[in-house]
């Protein structure tokens, strides 16, 4: 069975530094990954994600996730946050096309001027 | 447009008294979803329909009930509502069944006293 581990509940940071978020998942199989965005009560937007090919992967906001197979792990990565960055962030697995998401616990980035 | 719409945003509620949440995408997608957030953030998967059919259900209570009149809705309907039952509950919808790229609504806050 597949999981997803986002190793820090919260990460603050200063307004543009750079920032990195944490993934690491579990599975037997070659696995989707996908990272999701949450802005104070709204619902979650995909922010990434990796199927195949090239293993680094970008959003049209700056950000990017690199997939690496040997250490399981999709690790996201800001080079300088804004404020409004701030919000809950959620990695996510699938096993493959036809199966369901598997979310990670969340991660909260928190931007401080 | 909303591409995917819940209603109603917050309801609070006693214990004991039966509920619904409203659902609705106009994205033409084929399958719809549930999923409950819990107060830590988790996100889980309750429910998914694909063109009215039930095609996953998760361990959840038989006091949950999805009904799914037509492929642009999902409503989710609660029996005997319990404290453990507050939660933050999301519809989306995707193009395929067990696709991995997720519309999301902005998800109701449901509070049982």
């Known amino acids: 069975a597949q999981s997803v581990t986002q190793l820090d509940s919260q990460v603050p940071v200063f307004e543009e530094a750079p920032v990195e978020l944490r993934c690491n998942y579990s599975?037997?199989?070659?696995?989707?990954l996908f990272w999701y965005v949450q802005y104070p009560n709204q619902g979650l937007q995909l922010l990434l994600k990796?199927?195949?090919?090239?293993?680094l992967v970008k959003s049209i906001n700056g950000f990017e996730a690199e997939f690496n197979k040997s250490q399981t792990s999709f690790h996201l990565r800001k080079p300088s946050v804004h404020i409004s960055d701030t919000a809950e962030y959620f990695c996510?697995?699938?096993?493959?096309?036809?199966?369901?998401?598997?979310f990670g616990g969340g991660t909260r980035l928190m931007v401080k001027p | 447009d909303t591409a995917v719409s819940q209603t109603p945003k917050y309801l609070v509620t006693q214990m004991g008294n039966d509920k619904s949440i409203k659902c609705e995408q106009n994205l033409g997608h084929d399958t719809m979803y549930w999923y409950k957030q819990d107060s830590k953030k988790f996100l889980k998967i309750m429910f998914s329909y694909n063109n009215k059919e039930l095609i996953i259900n998760e361990t959840v209570p038989n006091r949950f009930s999805p009904k799914s009149p037509d492929k642009a809705h999902l409503n989710l309907h609660i029996n005997s509502l319990e404290l453990g039952d507050s939660a933050v509950y999301f519809c989306a919808s995707s193009r395929l069944a067990g696709a991995n790229v997720l519309t999301f609504g902005a998800g109701s806050r449901l509070t049982v006293l």
């Open positions: 599975s037997s199989v070659s696995v989707y």
């Open positions: 990796y199927l195949s090919g090239s293993t």
């Open positions: 996510a697995v699938s096993e493959n096309a036809g199966n369901m998401l598997t």
